[in-house]
């Protein structure tokens, strides 16, 4: 998966513990910066203070959308950067009512091109479906994107029909510069369940002689990405919850992008993560929601789960304001 394994616990839940999406009414943009009016509900916890954290930094027209899972869109002078653009968000529940993993790959290309709008790079935080399965057919859908990922990755994008001369190889310490705008990659690691383990691990040198369910998708490596704009704007992706603490130690984002944990074996993961950036004006949660809910209805996640890394957040960096994404809606930083 699924970088939080223990789904099911979220499947329990969907019993009626939907995010807590507090803000009424259809405004389909969020506005972080400046006045909290229209957006106070949604922006948890942190004083009026908080957001004037960075202001020097600020850039306009800059924005963030959601599409669930760790698929997100950074919008900024006329660029998009998509980070783990998966929309076919299929089930993997199998009969038995847990996760199969031999279920099929799907791509729901309507989805796709219903959803994006552009497309200048693509950065892709590890192999699994949910975060890597759509990249071929987005790549297809705007040819002038390339895309980043590691040696797994690249084997695994030209096995499902990536063209292999779009795919910038790397490794994690690489400070890319694109015109206009840099992405720092981070080497990074995949979250780990309660026995130290997850989903589909596994590396290539070569590409696979088929791909064809959930698990020939294997992780290949984890990356995390810090994109800088032209104004000095920075936005962290922590994909899966799980960090190398040095790696991130004085990054300083603007805005951190960070997997919700789930439980699991890693010592302090919100703390260590939020105390090595410092205090980052702003702190989305990403990569909790059941991942076959359509774009079109409400986010369902488990509350108990959000309310647990808000609290973390605000014990730990209480200046960080916390915006909690909904689907498709546009945040402005
Ligand atoms: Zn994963």
């Known amino acids: 998966m699924p970088s939080q394994p223990t789904r099911p616990a979220l ?12 803000r009424t009414g259809t405004s389909r943009r969020l506005l972080v910066r400046g006045s909290l009016a ?12 908080a957001l004037a954290h960075g202001a020097a930094r600020r850039a306009a027209g800059v924005t963030l959308r959601w599409f669930g899972a760790n698929a997100w869109e950074l919008s900024f002078d006329g660029r998009t950067v998509l980070i783990d653009p998966w929309l076919s968000r299929f089930s993997t529940t199998g009969p038995d009512g847990r ?10 290309r309507a989805a796709i091109r219903r959803h994006l709008r552009a497309a200048d790079l693509v950065l892709v935080t590890h192999g699994h479906y949910d975060h890597m ?10 040819p002038a994107a390339r895309v980043v990922a ?5 084997h695994l994008l030209t096995a499902i029909g990536a063209p292999a001369d779009r795919i910038i ?6 400070y890319l510069a694109f015109g206009g705008y840099t992405v720092q990659v981070l080497p990074s690691l995949h979250s780990l369940t309660a026995d130290y383990r997850y989903f ?19 992780e290949g490596g984890t990356l995390a990405y810090q994109v800088t704009t032209a104004d000095g704007l920075s936005v962290l992706n922590i994909g899966t919850a799980n960090l190398i603490e040095r790696e991130l130690r004085g990054l300083r984002p603007d805005i951190a992008v960070i997997a919700v944990p789930y439980g699991g074996a890693t010592h302090r993961y919100l703390e260590r993560l939020l105390e090595a950036l410092g205090a980052p004006r702003v702190v989305v949660p990403t990569h909790h929601d059941e991942m076959d809910t359509p774009l079109d209805r409400p986010v369902r996640a488990d509350a108990r789960v959000l309310r647990s890394f808000r609290d973390a957040v605000h014990r730990v960096s209480p200046r960080s304001t916390v915006v909690e994404p909904r689907y498709l809606e546009a945040i402005a930083l």
């Open 11 to 22: 499947a329990a839940a969907r019993s009626g513990s939907p995010v807590p999406a507090t």
């Open 38 to 49: 229209g957006a106070a509900a949604a922006v948890t916890g942190a004083p009026r203070t």
């Open 99 to 108: 996760f199969d993993p031999a279920t099929p790959l799907f791509v729901d």
């Open 133 to 142: 399965g759509d990249v071929p057919q987005v790549l297809e859908q705007f």
């Open 150 to 154: 590691t040696q797994t990755h690249a």
């Open 169 to 174: 190889w790397a490794r994690g310490g690489e």
């Open 200 to 218: 589909a691990p596994g590396t290539l040198t070569a590409p696979p002689g088929r791909v064809r369910t959930v698990s020939d998708l294997v």
